[in-house]
């Protein structure tokens, strides 16, 4: 599947949560930009809501039109 959104995930842990603990959520890809499908993105979406409700996408940047990537804008 090709790459749809690339999402950056906060810190998912609980303060007292060990590494192995299952409410730390995706240590290794804390901070750092993680492609993914739109598939993907929802199965990730839904394991975040499930250990931590109500979490927030804080930025959307939406998809550049034609004249804008050509001008060196993504």
């Known amino acids: 599947m090709p790459m749809e959104v690339i999402v950056t995930f906060g810190v998912l ?6 590494y ?14 993680v492609p993914m499908c739109g598939a993907c993105w929802e199965s990730a979406r839904k ?3 499930k250990y931590w409700p109500g979490p927030v996408v804080i930025e959307a940047a939406q998809r550049a039109s034609p004249a804008e990537s050509s001008e060196g804008r993504a």
């Open 20 to 33: 192995q603990d299952r409410r730390t959520l995706w240590r290794d890809s804390w901070h750092l930009p």
């Open 47 to 49: 394991v975040a809501v």
């Open 13 to 18: 842990n609980d303060s007292g949560a060990g």
